[in-house]
C-alpha cells in the first residue's frame, strides 16, 4: 500500500523518513509502489528493484534529523554512481 508524505498516518510526528527507515530490511518492498514492483519482477529485472531499496537506504540515511547522523554528501553521491555503474553494467 502506497502513501503520500500528506497522509493522515504522518501526521503526530511520524513522518515519511520514519515509515521508510522502519520498514528496513525486512519490509521494504512495503514502501514502494506494487505496480513497478509487479513491473519489474515481470520484466525478470529484479537487480532494479535491489538498486532501488539501495536508494531509499540513502535516502533515509541523508534524511536523518538530525545532521551528525546523516551520511556525507560525497558517500552518498559515490554510492549513488556506484548504483548507477552497476545498473549500466548489468543492463548492456
Known sequence: MGRRPTSEAF???F????Y????FPERVMEVMDPHLIQQLEAD?????LESIISVLR?????SSQSPRDRMEMGDAVNQLHSIRNLLLRLDQ
Open 58 to 62: 540513502i535516502g533515509v540515511m541523508c
Open 20 to 23: 521508510v527507515e522502519m520498514s
Open 11 to 13: 501526521r503526530a510526528g
Open 15 to 18: 513522518t515519511l523518513h520514519d
Open 44 to 48: 525478470g529485472r529484479d537487480h532494479i
